[in-house]
Nanobody, 118 residues
């Protein structure tokens, strides 16, 4: 059974930084994409950033220039460095992975709260 475990969320003042980490475990044969989504109460989950196996990155316009996604394939992990945080970045952040197990499937973490105070 595949699991994604996130860490690194918390409370930070506007302008501050946080680093989210996510590690995958279980029977994973291949990794296609890993990334981060976020969701506020009553709103749809939206993409923050993702990164392919080849290292191609994709960012939401709202975080470009402030957030950086990276991954460690050997550790089956993905990271999100968040700088210059704004109150509107406050959300629950979910780790996402598309893995071959061996059939390609989508997996989600349990979510980690990020709160940015003004």
């Amino acid at each position: 059974q595949v699991q994604l475990v996130e860490s690194g969320g918390g409370l930070v003042q506007a302008g501050g930084s946080l680093r989210l980490s996510c590690a995958a475990s279980g029977s994973i044969f291949s990794i296609a994409v890993m990334g981060w989504y976020r969701q506020a109460p009553g709103k749809e989950r939206e993409l923050v950033a993702d990164i392919t196996a080849a290292g191609t990155t994709n960012y939401a316009d709202s975080v470009k220039g402030r957030f950086t996604i990276s991954r460690d394939n050997a550790k089956k992990s993905v990271y999100l460095q968040m700088n210059s945080l704004k109150p509107e970045d406050t959300d629950v952040y979910y780790c996402y992975g598309q893995f071959g197990t061996p059939k390609m499937r989508d997996y989600w973490g349990q979510g980690t709260q990020v709160t940015v105070s003004s």
